[in-house]
């Protein structure tokens, strides 16, 4: 049989429930790699609050080379509170930080879907968030997770100052418009734009570049902006109003976070981090589920794999070229969904709670069919 040539993918499980969901992706790589003859070429390694456990650091340079030469990295979730304590830099939150900041992973996809098998387990009503599904493009190397001047300092009369700043150049701002738009143009041809262009000078040159990119290049997609706090009212009020959503990184991490919900678990949603395509229509990616590492349920197999295995899916459709495959993925999570299969986070009466081990068997044995 003819193998398709190697595709090389990094595995950081990181922290908490990090291990245990991507070891079901692992499985999942592998089934593909025996069934499908994919050779899909893997390493491992550590990130977060295990790497500094290791190595005093919590993302050491060779890790970081091995993203950088990785098809895909596909991340579990870092952080925990027994590394609370740790200064600012050492914290596990910054290896995804400078993952992201320095693979160039501009553009952030975090799809909200209210599967129907699962209606109920949204805290709206049924109505309201059946047939859900919403992208929101949250630019990710930008604004104040990363501007400078940032830091706490000393100032007169004993007390300390904190200081975090929010910039946003015009190409940063008409980059992910970009990303915005193209999809929106796959999906139903909408995109709302987020700011608070009311209070932030930075908002209103958002809101500017945003329009500027849609007249010169995409008058075809509808447009409309939106400010991030009636955004975060709207996505509760009516959140099939929405269509893709592109804003900044702070917004996007907390609108993104609120949509999560309206789909019923965090455990449910899968993202995409994406960098610039390069003249082979290649670019540098990573994975990971939008869930973070629940240290609480650490280690007890309660944890739900399926966000983990759908951020797998994104990456056989974005970054591998694996449409078909892709689509498979998916609809064996759907297979096992109406199956009645459910982990305890999206457990309800009638159906048959299951860990995390046999949700991701259970996946396979559909791909299998
Ligand atoms: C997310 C997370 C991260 C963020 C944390 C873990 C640094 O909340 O990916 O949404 O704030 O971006
Ligand atoms: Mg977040």
Redesign the pocket.
């Known amino acids: 049989m003819i193998k398709v040539k190697n595709r090389k993918i990094l595995l950081l499980p990181g922290d908490g429930i990090g291990p245990e969901v991507v070891s079901e992706v692992k499985k999942i790589i592998n089934w593909f790699n025996s069934k499908r003859s994919l050779d899909f070429e893997t390493d491992e390694d550590l990130v977060g609050g295990a790497a500094y456990d290791e190595h005093g650091t919590p993302i050491t340079d060779e890790v970081f080379y091995k993203a950088l030469e990785s098809e895909a990295v596909i991340l579990g979730a870092?952080?925990g509170p027994k590394w609370d304590n740790l200064d600012f830099s050492k914290k596990p939150?910054r290896a995804?930080?400078k993952l992201r900041k320095e693979l160039k992973l501009f553009a952030n996809l975090r799809p909200a879907i209210c599967f129907k098998q699962l209606v109920d387990a949204s805290s709206l009503k049924p109505e309201i968030v059946s047939g859900l599904d919403i992208m929101i493009v949250r630019e990710l190397t930008g604004g104040i997770y990363f501007g400078e001047p940032r830091g706490i300092k000393p100032i007169d009369n004993g007390e300390r100052k904190g200081v975090n700043t929010h910039t946003y150049t015009s190409s940063e701002i008409a980059r992910v418009a970009r990303v915005a738009f193209d999809l929106a143009k796959k999906r139903n041809n909408k995109v709302t734009s987020c700011e608070k262009s009311n209070v932030m000078e930075a908002g209103q040159l958002w809101r500017e570049e945003v329009e500027e990119i849609h007249k010169n290049e995409f008058k075809e997609v509808k447009l409309e902006h939106m400010l991030a706090d009636n955004c975060a009212m709207q996505l509760l009020r009516n959140p099939k109003q929405f269509d893709v959503i592109v804003t900044d990184n702070l917004f996007g991490?907390i609108l993104?976070d609120e949509a999560a919900m309206l789909t019923g678990s965090l455990g449910l949603l899968p993202s995409a981090s994406l960098g610039a395509k390069d003249k082979n229509g290649k670019m540098r990616s990573m994975y990971e589920p939008?869930h973070?590492s629940a240290p609480d349920i650490a280690g007890k197999g309660l944890a739900n794999p399926i966000a983990t295995i759908l951020s797998f899916s994104m990456a056989l459709r974005y970054s591998l070229d694996l449409v078909k495959e892709a689509d498979e993925l998916d609809k064996a999570v759907q297979n096992v969904l109406d199956m009645g299969l459910r982990t305890k986070d999206i457990f309800s009466k009638g159906n048959k709670e299951v860990s995390t081990n046999t949700m991701g068997d259970a996946i396979i044995a559909q791909l299998q069919n």
Do not use: P, Q, R
């Open positions: 870092v952080g939150e995804l930080l991490d993104s939008v973070g």
